[in-house]
């Protein structure tokens, strides 16, 4: 299935940025994208996904205001900009397509193929 690699994490001081891209092997604007992390200990958390559709979006309360999903078709890119980074934000961001065609949302059923992650670390 769809091949996907995240990169762009580091660590960076509260209140910083940070953009993470995730390449993948192929573009289909039926499926849903996403970002999903997880933090030491805590459970998986979806933060933003994106229908490339009708390009609605969608944002959990915690990162709502802060973070912006996009992409680039012709690249077959996916964006995470991150900005006002929390230590809270702590965690390994993984970039994920869903499993059928249609639905999108914040529910961690909704996406099959993930990335092997990138790290993100904010220090205060």
């Known amino acids: 299935q769809v091949q996907l690699v995240e990169s762009g994490g580091g660590s960076v001081q509260a209140g910083g940025s940070l953009r993470l891209s995730c390449s993948a092997s192929?573009?289909?604007?039926?499926?849903?994208m996403g970002w999903i992390r997880q933090g030491d200990g805590k459970e998986r958390e979806v933060v933003a996904s994106?229908?490339?559709?009708?390009?609605?979006?969608y944002y959990a309360d915690s990162v709502k205001g802060r973070f912006t999903i996009s992409r680039d078709n012709a690249k077959r890119t996916l964006y995470l900009q991150m900005n006002n980074l929390k230590p809270e934000d702590t965690a390994m961001y993984y970039c994920?397509?869903?499993?059928?065609?249609?639905?999108?949302?914040?529910?961690?059923?909704?996406?099959?193929?993930w990335g092997q992650g990138t790290q993100v670390t904010v220090s205060s």
């Open positions: 994920a397509r869903g499993t059928r065609p249609g639905h999108c949302g914040l529910q961690g059923h909704i996406f099959g193929s």
């Open positions: 994106t229908y490339p559709y009708n390009d609605d979006t």
């Open positions: 192929e573009y289909d604007p039926y499926y849903c």
